[in-house]
């Protein structure tokens, strides 16, 4: 069981949209889902090469309160950096999520 107490980070979690540029283009954007308050924890870290530059990987659970429509399309915005959310686990019958995310930077 997670405290109330332990969620001491305030994550924003935003959505992709579609938008269209200056020449008329679809572009990829994001919009805010939400910012709440959030437990967060390293999970684990790997390097790899891709197309010949190396890449890091870094795991990360995210937990906060049941959040409804949040979603594996999501990303996490922690501290000036980007999670990709890759599972949402249902934890403590379900009053509270866990987002298992991946955050990529290159090297």
Known sequence: MIDAGELTERITIE?????????GE???AWSTFATVWAKVQSLSGREAERYGEIVGFSGHKVTIRALPGVSTSMRVIYRNRTLEVGAINEYDRIRYVELICTEKAAT
Request: charged share 0%; glycine share 0%; hydrophobic share 40%.
């Open 26 to 28: 679809t572009v990829l």
């Open 15 to 23: 959505q992709p949209a579609t938008t269209q540029n200056a020449v």
